[in-house]
C-alpha cells in the first residue's frame, strides 16, 4: 500500500516532465528535474506552450507566478531570463541570469548556459 500512494503523488509530476520532454523544442532541458514542486513544473510547461506560440507576456507572467512559488529556483530565473533576451529586453536578461547564478553557485551546467546568456545579450545589446 505506501509505494502505491508515493506513485500516486509522484505520477503527476512525473507526467508534466514527460509531457515537457516530448514536446519539442522548448525552453526546458536537463533544468526541468531541478524543479520541486509539481505547481512550479506546471507553470513552466504552460509558460513553454506560449513561447511556442510566441506570446511572450503570457509567458512571462506565468514564470513569474512559478518564481512567486518557488523564488529561489535558479532554473526558472533563467528561463525568465532567456525570455526576456528573446524579447530584446538585454539588461533585464542579463540581470535576471545574474540572479540565477546567485542562486546556483554549484551547479556548473546553469552557470555555464546563464554565462552565455549574459554574452549573447551584451552582444545583441551593442548591435542594436
Known amino acids: 500500500m505506501p509505494i502505491y500512494y508515493s506513485l500516486r503523488r509522484i505520477f503527476p509530476v512525473l507526467f508534466v ?7 519539442g523544442p522548448q525552453m526546458t532541458g536537463e533544468d526541468t528535474s531541478a524543479l520541486t514542486g509539481r505547481a512550479a513544473a506546471s507553470l513552466l510547461a504552460r509558460a513553454d506552450t506560449h513561447v ?3 506570446q511572450w507576456e503570457q509567458a512571462a507572467a506565468l514564470l513569474e507566478r ?3 512559488i518557488e523564488p529561489r529556483n535558479a532554473w526558472l530565473w533563467h528561463h525568465l531570463a532567456t525570455l526576456r533576451l528573446r524579447q530584446g529586453r ?5 540581470s535576471l541570469a545574474n540572479k540565477s547564478n546567485s542562486l546556483a553557485p554549484g551547479d556548473t551546467v546553469l552557470q555555464e548556459k546563464n ?3 549574459v554574452e549573447e545579450a ?3 545589446a ?3
Open 66 to 68: 512559478a518564481l512567486r
Open 17 to 23: 516532465l514527460f509531457v515537457t520532454a516530448c514536446a
Open 115 to 117: 554565462r552565455r546568456l
Open 90 to 94: 538585454y539588461a533585464q536578461a542579463v
Open 122 to 124: 551584451r552582444q545583441a
Open 52 to 54: 511556442q506560440a510566441g
Open 126 to 128: 551593442v548591435r542594436s
